[in-house]
Nanobody
Framework: QVQLVESGGGLVQAGGSLRLSCAASGSITSVNIMGWYRQAPGKQRELVASGSTGGPTTYADSVKGRFTISRDNAKNTVFLQMNSLRPEDTAVYYC????????????WGQGTQVTVSS
């Protein structure tokens, strides 16, 4: 099994910054994709940023230039640095990992709330 532990959410004023972390643990033999999604109230879950091992990263247009995704592959950890936060960034942020134990599967974190006040 794989466990994802997220941290770093909270309340911040518009223009502020937050850094999210997600550490994957368990019987992992390989990790491919690591990324972040978010879901605002009444809206569908959407991709924020994601990248494959050794490959390019993808960002939602709404966060380009403000958010940066990074990884510590040795620790199976993914980060999301969020700068210049806006009230519309308010959502529950979910970590996503595509990893292999016995076979490849998708795993999700429990979600961390990010609230940006105006």
């Amino acid at each position: 099994q794989v466990q994802l532990v997220e941290s770093g959410g909270g309340l911040v004023q518009a223009g502020g910054s937050l850094r999210l972390s997600c550490a994957a643990s368990g019987s992992i033999t390989s990790v491919n994709i690591m990324g972040w999604y978010r879901q605002a109230p009444g809206k569908q879950r959407e991709l924020v940023a994601s990248g494959s091992t050794g490959g390019p990263t993808t960002y939602a247009d709404s966060v380009k230039g403000r958010f940066t995704i990074s990884r510590d592959n040795a620790k199976n950890t993914v980060f999301l640095q969020m700068n210049s936060l806006r009230p519309e960034d308010t959502a529950v942020y979910y970590c996503h990992v595509h990893a292999r134990t016995t076979w490849w599967s998708d795993y999700w974190g429990q979600g961390t709330q990010v609230t940006v006040s105006s």
